[in-house]
């Protein structure tokens, strides 16, 4: 077989094996790329998040480390939206700080109904009541009463949602 021959025969191998690779993994690097784009990242024992069925998280970042998540039903997200337990002691230092992390009582709920805007960040423990709304890119450091709006850094309440559903 001369050079030209093998050159010819190596391309339609080459174009074999991407069809076979393509046709075989295409459909679960689609899936991993939605799941990274899209999907929650979730830090921590999975075993502490809570999430019912009809909440929409997006791609929510939840951190686990000091405490649960629960997100209750009809509750949904924007995108960007960070639920954080963890947290660091601040009296130890150096590697003792990088692994002082609480295990517990940093308990973060989200009630039914509510909305955590685009780019929000939520520093367990806190509860956000039901049906409550936290505006975008807002800091959420302590519980949220139920049918209010809340915003800013931190978060405060703007104002409170009189129609409530019957």
Not at 28 to 57: F, N, S
């Amino acid at each position: 077989m001369d050079a030209e021959q093998h050159a010819e025969i190596a391309a339609l191998v080459e174009e074999r094996v991407a069809a076979e690779v393509e046709a075989r993994l295409g459909p679960l690097v689609a899936e991993a790329v939605e799941r990274a784009l899209w999907g929650p990242r979730v830090y921590g024992d999975e075993r502490k998040l809570h999430v019912h069925p009809t909440a929409v998280v997006n791609d929510a970042l939840f951190n686990l480390s000091s405490g649960e998540i629960t997100v209750e039903e009809y509750a949904f997200f924007g995108h960007g939206v960070a639920i954080l337990t963890g947290t660091h002691d601040i009296t130890l230092f150096d590697r003792d700080r990088q692994v002082g992390v609480p295990k517990s009582g940093r308990d973060v709920v989200i009630g039914r109904g509510a909305w955590v805007s685009t780019n929000a960040l939520v520093l367990g423990p806190c509860r956000i009541g039901e049906h409550a709304v936290v505006a975008a890119g807002s800091l959420v450091r302590a519980d949220v009463p139920p049918y209010t709006v809340v915003g800013g850094v931190p978060a405060r309440v703007l104002s409170t949602i009189t129609e409530r559903p019957s």
